[in-house]
């Protein structure tokens, strides 16, 4: 156990829905990253949140949004929804935010759309 | 554009052998790089990891190497026992920076 949830594990919704998924850090964790991970694809790293601030950005879309809120859990909002976002969701926290101290992973969302 | 690359999906190896599992990067700019686990249904784990002033690091039963020359790291695993049996992702980043660059993973199946 990481220590990071995500909630929910599975999510089937169909195109052009919305979407939020929620992560909670480790406990003293400051830092929150979010990644994707499509079939047959490696994790593709999204976005991160840095004690409340956006940190970087990675691939993106514009129809994706997250925000991390006081308590430091945050959210991934996915809107407009298509086929091509079905994949494991990832959730990852650090202590620092550097890339020297490892990132902790969730067990993931699984989002699938019809 | 795949800027750290693990050209193969997967690697079957007999329990007690060694599992060499390969890695290549393509940014020069990468200093640092992190080798994670990952079991079906769960999250990866930080497995070991190698910083660009080293060309070894070992962890109990892993070895990283990483040839700077080359771009190549692999993943050294002796002896191999069937718990293994996982995805292994390799990682790269920059310093300074905090986010990760993942390959694709290689599924490692070890057989009793």
């Known amino acids: 156990d990481s220590g990071v949830t995500q909630t929910p594990k599975h999510l089937i919704t169909a195109t052009g829905q919305r979407v939020t998924l929620r992560c909670s850090p480790r406990s003293g964790d400051l830092s929150v990253y979010w990644y994707q991970q499509s079939l047959d694809q490696g994790l593709q790293f999204l976005i991160q949140y840095y004690n409340g601030e956006e940190r970087a950005k990675g691939n993106i879309l514009e129809r994706f949004s997250a925000q991390q809120f006081p308590d430091l859990h945050s959210e991934l909002n996915l809107s407009s929804l298509e086929l091509g976002d079905s994949a494991l969701y990832f959730c990852?926290?650090?202590?620092?935010?550097?890339?020297?101290?490892?990132?902790?992973f969730g067990p993931g969302t699984r989002l699938t759309v019809l | 554009d795949q800027q750290v690359k693990q050209n193969s999906p997967s690697l079957s190896v007999q329990e007690g052998r060694i599992s060499i599992l390969n890695c290549d990067y393509t940014?020069?700019?990468?200093?640092?790089f992190l080798w994670y686990k990952k079991y079906p249904a769960e999250g990866p784990t930080f497995l070991i990891s190698i910083s660009s002033i080293k060309d070894k690091n070992e962890d109990g039963r892993f070895t990283v190497f990483l040839n700077k020359s080359a771009k190549h790291l692999s993943l050294h695993i002796v002896p191999s026992q069937p718990g293994d049996s996982a995805v292994y992702f390799c990682?790269?980043?920059?310093?300074?920076?905090?986010?990760?660059?993942f390959g694709k993973g290689t599924m490692l199946l070890v057989s009793p």
């Open positions: 990852a926290s650090s202590d620092t935010g550097l890339e020297m101290n490892e990132q902790f």
């Open positions: 990682a790269a980043t920059n310093s300074g920076y905090s986010t990760l660059t």
């Open positions: 940014n020069s700019m990468f200093d640092y």
